[in-house]
């Protein structure tokens, strides 16, 4: 199986513009996680998203949005970019099972290498 | 937010030595993992850890849960050069009925090992 695909893997970007960033899960899988990596503030949640729907968000202002589409393929968006918000952007896919079943039904998140914006 | 306590932030050791590397939380959770990420990729997840007090290995990979389920460790023994690399703690909590939830990450540890 091909693992999560992240495009582009590079990025550079001015201050102002918007960017999109796109994210391709493990086939089957049907959750797609995004967290933003950076020296100061280490890995932090944006959004998981499942069956196209956001399910849960983290402390991230509007400018930050994504989308799930019905494959399963998720993409990012950040609007209005800032100096700070150049990161190593990375996309987390996994397949959860249908219950929570206690101790021993972790369901893996694969991570994909992610998308390293700079902005100028 | 729940805030996760990685210590060390660094070490230098020498290959064959062991190493310990611990994190605490100011909130209890479900899950403790333990991810290593080598640059330019993603982190990989080494070990999941579901019970209180439970003490899991994975080759020469040793971590436990806290009785608190507010700690976790993580011991790799005889270190060798290939596990260089930034070692990181996720604490994970299930939303009530789902099996979505999100990972809180700890700081790292940037683990050296010199030959």
């Known amino acids: 199986k091909a693992g999560v695909t992240q495009t582009p893997r590079y990025l550079i970007k001015t201050r102002g513009q918007q960017v999109t960033l796109s994210c391709s899960p493990i086939?089957?899988?049907?959750?797609v996680s995004w967290y933003q990596q950076t020296p100061g503030q280490g890995l932090q949640f944006l959004f998981e998203?499942?069956?196209?729907?956001?399910?849960n968000k983290g402390n991230f202002p509007g400018r930050f949005s994504g989308r799930q589409f019905s494959n399963s393929r998720s993409e990012m968006n950040v609007s209005t970019l800032e100096l700070g918000d150049s990161a190593l952007y990375l996309c987390?896919?996994?397949?959860?099972?249908?219950?929570?079943?206690?101790?021993?039904?972790?369901?893996?998140?694969?991570f994909g290498p992610g998308t390293r914006l700079t902005v100028l | 937010g729940q805030q996760l306590n990685q210590s060390p932030q660094s070490m230098f050791i020498q290959e064959g030595e062991d190493v310990s590397m611990n994190c605490t939380s100011s909130?209890?959770?479900?899950?403790w993992l333990w991810y290593k990420q080598d640059p330019g990729e993603g982190p990989v997840l080494l070990i999941a850890?579901?019970?209180?007090?439970e003490l899991t290995s994975n080759g020469r990979l040793t971590a436990q849960f806290g009785i608190t389920r507010k700690d976790s460790f993580l011991n790799i023994s005889a270190s060798i050069p290939s596990d260089v690399g930034i070692y990181f703690c996720?604490?994970?909590?299930?939303?009530?009925?789902?099996?979505?939830?999100?990972?809180?990450f700890g700081r790292g540890t940037q683990l050296t090992v010199w030959p």
């Open positions: 987390a896919s996994k397949d959860p099972p249908a219950a929570w079943s206690g101790s021993s039904s972790y369901n893996e998140q694969f």
């Open positions: 086939s089957g899988h049907r959750s």
């Open positions: 998203y499942f069956s196209e729907t956001q399910r």
């Open positions: 909130s209890i959770f479900n899950t």
């Open positions: 850890l579901y019970k209180a007090g």
């Open positions: 996720a604490g994970q909590n299930y939303d009530r009925g789902s099996t979505l939830g999100r990972l809180y």
